[in-house]
């Protein structure tokens, strides 16, 4: 097994941490723009070391909430030929027809279900819900406890927020956010942010 290389040293990469330990890696390290020290973890550089971890020895995953930033970085390891690992947690239920794109982390508890497909770099977070025939585009973000129903598209880089729950046969284009607690009861052509039941934009 390589060793994983964990880009950021905040909360949700402390999550993937254990995510990772549970997945069978022995050794685990993070790289950070700002901290030096995190917990008992190493903190072994910044992204601008990237090039110096040999593809044979390691393996990357990103541990950055914000969509736009963490798909830059893993097209940046893409670009260089460096690994990205797909990390998904023993207690998640998958489809065996499901699809899971590299650089996607899918936390503990959550269900995917039958003929969907999830992108590159996305977070399908904590206890969240995709049912059948779903496609999450690449770097999308589903945060804890959303719960999104059958037949949903989701674009490129949207990020939805916690408890949000979105209907059957909707179509949601990319670079949305969505608020905490947000309902989506029809297509979302335009990009911005939307909050409410059901949704309205509000920027
Ligand atoms: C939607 C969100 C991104 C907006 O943040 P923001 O751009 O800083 O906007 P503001 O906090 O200035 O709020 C703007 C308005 O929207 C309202 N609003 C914000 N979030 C809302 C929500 N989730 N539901 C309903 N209304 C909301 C505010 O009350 C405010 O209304 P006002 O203008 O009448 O006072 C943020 O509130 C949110 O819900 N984030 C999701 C957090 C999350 O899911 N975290 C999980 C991490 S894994």
Redesign the pocket.
Known sequence: MKVLIIIGAGG?GKVIADIAYSNGYKEISFIDDTKKAFDNYQVVGTTKDIDKFDSNKYEFIIAI?NNKIREKIQKKLVSKGLNVATLIHPSVVIGPSVIIGKGTVIMANCVINAGSFIGEGCII?TASTIDHDCIIHDYV?I??GVHIAGTVEIKERT?I???SSIKNNIKICEDC??????VVIKDIFNSG?Y??IPVKK??
Do not use: Y
Not at 177 to 182: E, H, L, N, P
């Open positions: 949700h909430g977070n973000h945060s804890p990020w927020g916690i408890g956010i969505f608020g905490a607690g947000s942010t909050v409410g509000i920027k």
